[in-house]
Each structure stands twice: as structure tokens, then as C-alpha cells.
């Protein structure tokens, strides 16, 4: 392993990595003669964001509601689900196979049926985002609730604590790093079932505008969309960060 | 009343399920009230699972085991026992203070009235200043004295120790091992110590069970209190120590122990 960066260069890395990025497709692009409706460049996106910031804004506000709802609701079965089949081996014996043969059905094939189901209003957003975030929260959350040691079971047994205490007091505190090592990643894939969810039947959301935006050749407008996603997953997954050192602090 | 025996086991056979066999045979043994007594004996020998069938972690598989004159359920149930494991095994999200009283929060036990305080325990073991700190921030000697402070909580009547020192550097052990003794000096607790420790088991005990392995059973049973003053103390270079220690080893090489 190579040793650790030093302290003000572990900060200013990866912002000076991000810049040069930034501005070898600002200047290289064109002159390798790309042509700016296939790849406008930052300036441009940049400007698009100054242009239609109102059309922008309008388009967010749907796809952060879905992506959150979708968040809470997944998240919060696939918790609720996990305390389940941990309190009771023979649930988990008969319905955790079934979950795991619906979850090989890719999200693109179940997205019609939801939509099929829920109609077109945001509700089958909301709930392909809690789809495709319930899964891997469910058997994140199954190994944190059993990730309890040997002799931690015993001083519970020999203090004669009930299950429910032991769930309570052992198994939840237990699964937290758990948890929140999948929140951290169902932040992203919650914007990505919301945006999936816009494409498929929405005239409103990131999704519906990506999709408008490349079949009008509007580049620029399709870039800033798509950096509109990306930093609502960016925020999101902050926010989740922000909450987990609160709730870890004992961990130093 | 008389001397009651705390522990009292006759031909008993403990092991992790009728399957795999017993791991203690035709075991017997009486422990009075008030002893400290040590456990010795190569791995396998069924030193932990005596603990754990006297702690009603596991059933016997026959025999009679009872636990101040009940069934070690019973005995659990009303919180005569307390259990110190090798890893302190302190929950990473409750302060020092809140370990302390776990046991106050879970099966439904109240702390009893005139019943010390985690402050006043945290004092009793040395460290009345780390009430708040979190495990993460605690020596390993200083979790021990945490998980011990926890135990004495809930004022149990014999105290059962799983190697508690095992993991920490000699110079921690020699201090925790004296500061047991002044415990021990002054609660009069029953406690049962299993070491892997000659030295420690020698310098604690009262009377030094040696177990034999496969299968586990009573080797000897060597007392100590000959060479001990009346406070149970013996200075750790004294000529009888180092002689005694010579005898446990010589006991432990006849019963098979590697190493």
C-alpha cells in the first residue's frame, strides 16, 4: 500500500483532479473538432444554467420529491422487512428466495408494470425509486442485524433480556454502520429510479427532460439535466454523510 | 447458617448438544460461598463450559448442577450471577456510565435500594473520572474494569470470569489481579476465574481446580490458602508461590496440556 497524502494535499487533490478535467473538455474538445451538439462544452452548460434556470428549477422539484419519497419508502420497508426475517428464521426461510427472484427482474422490465399499476402521476416514480433501493438496504441491514459477537449474545442471555430488548438495545444499535454503508449508496440509485421512472411516462422531472432535450438536439439543456441529477445525488448522499456522524459519533 | 455452597455439581455432563458428545464428564464439585476459586487446564478441557452450564448458557446434558441451592435458571433469573467475558464486551454506543447500567435496562430489574451507583463502582474500580468517555476511547485494561464494574452492578452473589485478562500486558494484569483480590476482600463475592495463567491462577485463587481434557474432568484440586496470609495475600516472588506454581505446572503436564 502507498502511504498516506499528506494534510493540505488530500483537500486539494481531487479539487485541482476535477478542474483539469474540467478544463481539458472546456478547451481539447473543440479542437479535436467535436462538435458542441454532441458534447457542449462547461461554458456553455454553465450558460443554459443562467438561460433557463426557471425551466431547470421546475424539472427538479418533481425528481427530488420522488427520489426522496422513494428513499424513505424503500429504505424503511427493506429495515422493516430485515427485523422481520431476523426475529423469525422460518419468514426468512420461505420469502427471502421470492425477494431474491424478483430482485434478477432488471428495473427496466418491472418499470412499465409499476406504471401500469400506479398510473402516471409521480406515485410510480416514488415507487420504482423504493425498488431499486429496497434490495440491497434488505440484505445490508439482515447481515448488520446478525453481526452481533457470541459473548454479546450471551451477557444479554445471562441478563435475561427479552427478545424485543435484544433487538432493541443489541441487534438495531448493531446494524447501524450497516445501514448507513447502504443508505450512502441507495442515495444515487433512489435519483436514478426516480429519473428511470420520468422516462418512461412523465411530461415533468429530470428524466422527462433528458428525454425531451436528446430528441430536440438540445445538448445543452440535456447536459444541464443530467448535472442537475448528479448533484441532487451529490447533496442527497451529504445530507445521509452528515446524519451518520451524528448518529456515530461514538466512534470518534 | 453455616458454610452453603454456592455451586454444587455432581456427575455432571455439559457439552453443546447431545450430538457432538459431552465436553465435562461425571463432573463433580462443591464451591463454597465466599471462595475465590481459579480454573486451570489445556484448551478443551471444559473450562468455559463449566462457566456457561453454571451461568445457564447451556443445559446439562445429565448430572445435577445447582446454583445456591437452586437450578442455575433460577439462579440467572434473579440475578445471582454476573458474567465477565475475555473481550469486555462493551456496547461501542452507550458512554462508559451507560454500559455500567445496562443491566438496569434490560429484564426488567430496577436497581435495587442501597444498591451502589455506576459512579460509586467506576470509583471502586479506579477510573471515576471516564463516567462519560465511549469504549473507543478506553485502554483494554480500562474496559475490563468497566465490564467488571458493570457486573458488580446488579450485586450478584457469584461472580463467573472467563479469562478477563487474557488480552491485557502483564504489568495491567498484576494491577487488576490485586485490585480483584481487594474486591473480593470486601464484597466476599463467590467468584469463579478461569485463566490460562499459572501465575494468575496461583496469586487469586483460594483453592486451584486443575481440569483434564477430552474428556474434561477434575484433574486436582490444589489449596492455597496454607500459604496465604489471612487477607488471601501472598507476595508474588514468595519462595511457596514459586513452588506451588511449580506443582499446578507439573499438574497441567500430566494432564496433557501442550505447550
Redesign the interface.
Known amino acids: 500500500m502507498s502511504e498516506a497524502i499528506a494534510r493540505p494535499w488530500n483537500s486539494i487533490l481531487p479539487v485541482a483532479g476535477a478542474l483539469s478535467v474540467i478544463v481539458a473538455w472546456q478547451f481539447l474538445l473543440p479542437l479535436a473538432g467535436v462538435p458542441s451538439y454532441i458534447v457542449p462544452t462547461p461554458t456553455e452548460i454553465a450558460g443554459i444554467f443562467a438561460k433557463e434556470s426557471a425551466l431547470l428549477w421546475r424539472n427538479f422539484w418533481p425528481t427530488l420529491q420522488e427520489a426522496l419519497l422513494g428513499f424513505a419508502l424503500g429504505n424503511g420497508v427493506a429495515v422493516l422487512l430485515a427485523i422481520i426475517f431476523v426475529w423469525n428464521r422460518y419468514v426468512q426461510a420461505a420469502y427471502f428466495p421470492v425477494i431474491l427472484f424478483l430482485n434478477t427482474i432488471p428495473i427496466l422490465a418491472l418499470a412499465p408494470i409499476i406504471i401500469l399499476i400506479f398510473g402516471l402521476g409521480q406515485m410510480p416514480k416514488i415507487v420504482i425509486a423504493a425498488v431499486i433501493c429496497f434490495f440491497p438496504t434488505l440484505v445490508n441491514m439482515i447481515r448488520g442485524l446478525e453481526s452481533v459477537?457470541s459473548?454479546?449474545k450471551?451477557?444479554?442471555?445471562?441478563?435475561?433480556?427479552?427478545k424485543w430488548?435484544?433487538l432493541w438495545?443489541?441487534r438495531l444499535?448493531r446494524s447501524?454502520p450497516f445501514l448507513f454503508s447502504s443508505l450512502r449508496i441507495a442515495t444515487a440509485t433512489a435519483v436514478i429510479g426516480a429519473v428511470v421512472g420520468e422516462w418512461i411516462g412523465s411530461d415533468k422531472g429530470l428524466g422527462a427532460m433528458i428525454i425531451q432535450a436528446t430528441f430536440n438536439y438540445q445538448s445543452g439543456r440535456l447536459y444541464a439535466a443530467i448535472t442537475l441529477c448528479s448533484m441532487l445525488a451529490i447533496a442527497f448522499f451529504l445530507v445521509v454523510v452528515a446524519v451518520e456522524r451524528v448518529v456515530m459519533r461514538?466512534?470518534? | 447458617m453455616g458454610a452453603t455452597l454456592a455451586i454444587e455439581a455432581k456427575a455432571l455432563d455439559v457439552g453443546y448438544g447431545p450430538a457432538s458428545g459431552a465436553v465435562l464428564q461425571k463432573f463433580d464439585l462443591d464451591v463454597p460461598s465466599g471462595e475465590l476459586l481459579t480454573v486451570i487446564g489445556p484448551s478443551g478441557c471444559g473450562k468455559s463450559t463449566f462457566l456457561r452450564a453454571v451461568a445457564d448458557l447451556l443445559q446439562p446434558l445429565s448430572g445435577s448442577l445447582k446454583v445456591l441451592g437452586d437450578s442455575p435458571h433460577a439462579a440467572r433469573s434473579r440475578r445471582d450471577i454476573s458474567f465477565v467475558f475475555q473481550d469486555s464486551t462493551l456496547l461501542p454506543w452507550r458512554t462508559v456510565l451507560e454500559n455500567i447500567t445496562l443491566p438496569h435496562d434490560v429484564g426488567g430489574f430496577r436497581q435495587k435500594p442501597g444498591a451502589p451507583t455506576a459512579q460509586d463502582l467506576l470509583a471502586l474500580m479506579g477510573i471515576p473520572a471516564l463516567g462519560g468517555r465511549y469504549p473507543s476511547q478506553l485502554s483494554g485494561g480500562q474496559r475490563q474494569r468497566v465490564a467488571i464494574a458493570r457486573a458488580l452492578i446488579s450485586q450478584p452473589r457469584i461472580l463467573l470470569m472467563d479469562e478477563p485478562f487474557g488480552a491485557l500486558d502483564e504489568i495491567t494484569r498484576d494491577r487488576l489481579n490485586d485490585e480483584l483480590l481487594r474486591l473480593w476482600r470486601e464484597t466476599r463475592t463467590t467468584i469463579l476465574f478461569v485463566t490460562h495463567s499459572i501465575m494468575e491462577a496461583a496469586y487469586l485463587g483460594n483453592r486451584v481446580l486443575v481440569l483434564a481434557a477430552n474428556p474434561g474432568r477434575v484433574h486436582a484440586i490444589r489449596d492455597m490458602r496454607g500459604i496465604k496470609d489471612g487477607r488471601g495475600e501472598i507476595a508474588r516472588e514468595h519462595p511457596a508461590l514459586v513452588s506451588a506454581m511449580a506443582e499446578l505446572r507439573s499438574d497441567l503436564a500430566a494432564c496433557g496440556a501442550k505447550g
Open positions: 459477537s459473548s454479546e450471551e451477557l444479554f442471555r445471562v441478563l435475561s433480556a427479552s430488548e435484544t438495545r443489541l444499535p447501524l461514538y466512534e470518534r
